[in-house]
């Protein structure tokens, strides 16, 4: 079973249609869920770290959320811009051995002029 | 300047042949990491190094093995290359130790690695 489930695969938007992204865990001892955006041909590039249910971070047009079990980036008039793949990951709690980081498989998001 | 670069970009080869990829990061960072992205798009980690310290090491086979040589580089040699090895592999580096929940990752452009 996934650790980390994001959906939509994929989603189009035209300019200045506001929507959001899900990412929805599974993993029992969250401590973090962070959010990435991911360019063709580029590698993921950190957003924003929510570490309790309840926590926002927003930056320019991207507003992260998190609840006990899932996580929405809602992005807000978007722009052609914005088009990149948007990558969830949490990160787990495994007592005494290190922790571990759960990659979705990412949502990619398409803005047409 | 690049702050996690990594080389080559592309890279083709045959089935049994070996092969490497090298990182250098110039963040002054004291963890570095190499991450493989599947065919499925997942993205999961392989190894984990912090100040040439092997702290992390997951289920990968042992044609696998990571070299740090000093802090700022994260080398990944593999032997006897498998078809099942075509992936995007990536470096990855962090202020924080791995492991750790604030480990916020700074990713290279990643090498495409097809194995024909």
């Known amino acids: 079973e996934d650790q980390v489930t994001q959906s939509p695969e994929a989603l189009r938007l035209q300019e200045g249609e506001s929507s959001s992204l899900n990412c929805s865990y599974t993993v029992s001892g969250l401590r973090g869920l962070f959010w990435y955006r991911q360019d063709p041909g580029k590698g993921p590039e950190f957003l924003f770290t929510?570490?309790?249910a309840g926590e926002e971070k927003e930056k320019e047009r991207l507003k992260a959320t998190l609840t006990k079990k899932e996580s929405f980036l809602h992005i807000t008039a978007p722009k052609p811009e914005d088009s990149a793949t948007y990558l969830c990951a949490v990160y787990e709690d495994r007592g005494s051995t290190l922790g571990r980081l759960y990659f979705g498989r990412g949502t990619q998001l398409t803005v047409w002029p | 300047d690049t702050a996690v670069s990594q080389t080559p970009k592309y890279l083709v080869t045959q089935m049994g042949n070996d092969k490497s990829i090298k990182c250098e990061q110039n963040l002054g960072h004291d963890t570095m990491y190499w991450y493989k992205q599947d065919s499925k798009k997942f993205l999961k980690i392989m190894f984990s190094?912090?100040?040439?310290?092997?702290?992390i090491n997951e289920t990968v086979p042992n044609r696998f093995s990571p070299k740090s040589p000093d802090k700022a580089h994260l080398n990944l040699h593999i032997n006897s290359l498998e078809l099942g090895d075509s992936a995007v592999y990536f470096c990855?580096?962090?202020?924080?130790?791995?492991?750790?929940?604030?480990?916020?990752?700074?990713f290279g452009s990643g090498t495409q690695l097809s194995v024909l």
């Open positions: 990855a580096s962090s202020q924080d130790r791995a492991g750790t929940v604030s480990e916020k990752l700074f």
């Open positions: 929510l570490y309790s």
């Open positions: 190094y912090n100040n040439k310290e092997l702290i």
